[in-house]
């Protein structure tokens, strides 16, 4: 079956209606890094439930209610870096360019909330590397990405890890990717303008 991106519902994940999908949420991104071959932080339901009453999560929903894909913000560095994390599509909606659609949203959501972050983002996904290009950012070297602990600390999990950590956390076979709000203010000035509306449930 052919799906088409109108088929389904994205937007900010609202805790009244979307905290039943915590369970879900968490498994398939489970899923989905052990059929990557790579590792990813396991996050539990109520890690999830907290994103989502932050408001810090993007959620979509087929047209029959059924769970579809989603992502949520994490914050380093003094809130100076911000990750969209954990983005997944079930397996049975991919194709419909739902990935990018969830990316997008996340981004602006992020935007808004944290206008002067970078944002960042570590992945072997060429489709991935695809979406973020699209929004604007750039392959990087992992030093110009966020020095906080607790984020590489995450990395523990990945199967590659050691790779990372005989190179002294220089390479990987992950690409690192930056988004810099200050080249967005060039572009701006240059009458370029990132349109940040959003969606919330209900609209």
Known sequence: ???????FSISVADAVLHERYAEEICDEIESSAKARGTGIAKRSPEYIINKIREGKAVIALYKDGGF?????????G????VANSGLIVSPQYRGAGLAGAIKEMAFKL??????HAKLFGLTTSLAVMKINSELGYK??????????????????????????SRTGRKFCLCTGMLYDPNDTEKK????????????????
């Open 1 to 7: 079956m052919e799906f088409k991106l109108s088929d």
């Open 68 to 76: 579809a894909g989603f992502c949520y913000i994490e914050s380093w």
């Open 78 to 81: 003094h809130d100076r870096f």
């Open 110 to 115: 992020s935007r808004n909330k944290y206008p």
């Open 139 to 164: 392959p990087v070297t992992f030093s110009e990405l966020t020095d906080d602990e607790q984020f590489w600390n995450g990395c523990k999990s990945c199967v590659n890890y050691d790779i990372l």
């Open 188 to 203: 701006q000035k240059k009458g370029i303008k990132d349109d940040l509306n959003i969606k919330t449930s209900g609209e």
